[in-house]
Each structure stands twice: as C-alpha cells, then as structure tokens.
C-alpha cells in the first residue's frame, strides 16, 4: 500500500461551469492500493515434486470400477501449483497415452469436478473457457466477463484472446460484440482492445483535467457522456487513476464511485464500479465478490469456483485479508458453512495451503 499527498493545486481553467478547487498546503487522503506491489498466493510450488509419482497415483486413483480416490486427487491436484500441474498432465500423458483432464472429467462429477479441472487450464485458457461459458448458449452472464476483463492486466487480456482464438477459433472480440449490445459492450470491448498504459507515472497537471472531464461528462451535465468516462477508465495506468478520482472527489465533493451509481444502471453502471474498484484495491474487490457470491439463497458456485482457482497463485492472502476486515469473519468459516464434502475440502485446500484431507 501506499499513501498519496495531495499538493497545493489551481483549477485548469476551461469552458463549463466547475466547483473551484481550494487550495492546500498538503492534504492526506486514504492510502492507495499499489498496483506494482506483488500478491501472495496461498498455494506455493510443492516440494518435494515427482510429477511421475504423482502420474502414477492419480492413475491408480481413477482405476476403480466403481470408486475414485477422489482424496488423491484432490490432494495431488489442490497442493501443487500450475506449472506443476500442466507438468503433471504432460507426464500422465507420456506414461499412459491418455489425457487427463479428459479422464479427471470421465471420473469425477459436480462441483468438486468443475474446481479439478479448472485447476488443470494455464491461466490464459481457463480465462477464455470462462469468458466462453458466460457467452455460450440461453443468456450471457455479464457480470463474470467484466469481472476478468476488468480485472487482468493489458498483457493478461492479449494472452487470454489468443487463447480464445486458438480454443474455440474465434476472435473474443466478435464474440462480444455479438452477445452484448449498447454502451456496455463498448465498454467491453474497450478494455479488450488492452490498450490501457502499463506504465506507473504520475501526471497530476493531466489528473486534474482528467477529474474535469468526468465531472462535466456526468453529474455536471444533462445526460451522461459515457464516453468520456471509457476513455478514462480504459486507457489510463492504474496509478494515474487513483489521482483522478483523488482529484475528482476534491472538485465534485462526492466520490466517483457515487457518480457512477447516479448517472449510469444496469450492466454498464456494474462494469464502471467494477473498473473503479479493480483500480483502487483489487483484493477488496474479489473479497466483495467472493461475499456475494456466498450471500443471499443458494450460492453461485460458478463465480466462487473462478476466483478461488484464478486467484490462489496470485494474490489469495491479500483477499482473505480483506474479506476478513469487510466482513468480520474469516473466508474460511463462509466456505465451510456453504459447501461440503470434497467440494469444501478443494476450496479450503487452495486458500489455505494446507493439506487437510
């Protein structure tokens, strides 16, 4: 985390009217979320390794006629990261001739089978597989295509559309645009295109006008121009927009995120929460995903499947942290009182990194 000082600043001036700006010696706001500093996993490389033994065992784990050693699999499969995984998978096909996701998808079923072999796709490819789902078939599930889009880097998004295109040779893109419509898909195919900056410099002469321009754009205005506000969403680094909505709040007297909740609706006002809270503190925002997901009458395994199995290599400490403040419970104690069997035993094993089957 880090913390940003807010500098004596001047309004730019320009055409439209805009609250003035008051000047300061110097201002602390909240600390940012730094999007340069790295994530924990909870799941680590496993070591020893002998991806042949552990080949071997899960063969033996599916030569039952009538049972699986489910247990086996998941302790293999849930206690070794993904290059060990694809590692594994390459060896068992080596040895057997067979593939073994295929036979992982023949011997087990359910939940239990999605969270197996999701952790079997390199990360790009499970993307794709998920963003494919949301658009195949009755229905599109808008929330999980914005919650990967919004979510991965620019370089992340150009691997996950090669993997689309190798997987179901067809460009992600024309897939969007033919199962979304309106200022929501262009949204999405805004953050597609991954032509947001990857650099962390800061311009604060530029942040300012930034904040104008969305000011104006929205709450300023008569209608809302969406335009402006996917052009800076979409392209700006993820450093210069938190001193966007610094300055933003400063000029409007509200936060951004209330902007959006008043001039947008619907998919898209989700899309742009989605973006602004991605930017701000990641972790937080799986954490609020993964609450939802568990909240209200049933759960919506699908969305805590995706994240928990995206997201234990990546940055799992730094979400079960945050689920734990918002929240006041542990990650953990929701799972366990939502799923059950080797279901719940896969989900616990990934967040926490132990082996407790």
Known sequence: MMSYEVKTVKTVTSSGPLPRAVPTTTLTVFPLYDPAAPGQGTLQPAVPFDPKLDAERLCNAMKGLMTTDKKMILNILCHHTNAQRLQIASTYKTMYGKDLIKDLDSALSGHFEQVICGLMFPPADFDAYELHHAMAGLGTDEHAI???????????????????????????????????????????????????????????????????????????????????????????????LQVIFVEYQKLAKHDIED?????????????????????????????????????????????????????????MVQIKAEFLRMYGQPLEEYIDADTSGKYEDALLALISGKWKV
């Open 259 to 315: 902007a959006i909740k008043k001039e947008f609706s619907g998919d898209l006002q989700f899309g742009l929460l989605s973006l602004v809270q991605c930017i701000r503190n990641k972790p937080a925002y799986f954490a609020a995903r993964l609450h939802h997901a568990m909240s209200g009458l049933g759960t919506k395994d699908r969305t805590l499947i995706r994240i928990i199995v995206s997201r234990c290599e990546v940055d």
């Open 146 to 240: 914005i919650e990967i889009l919004a979510s991965r880097t620019p370089a992340q998004i150009r691997c996950i559309k090669e993997a689309y295109n190798r997987l179901y040779g067809k460009h992600l893109e024309k897939a969007i645009d033919g199962d979304t419509s309106g200022k929501f898909k262009r949204l999405l195919i805004s953050l597609c295109t991954a032509g947001r900056s990857e650099d962390y410099t800061i311009d604060r002469i530029r942040a300012l006008k930034a904040a104008q321009d969305l000011y104006r754009a929205g709450v300023a205005k008569w209608g809302t121009d969406d335009c402006v506000f996917n052009a800076i969403l979409c392209a700006e680094n993820y450093a210069q």
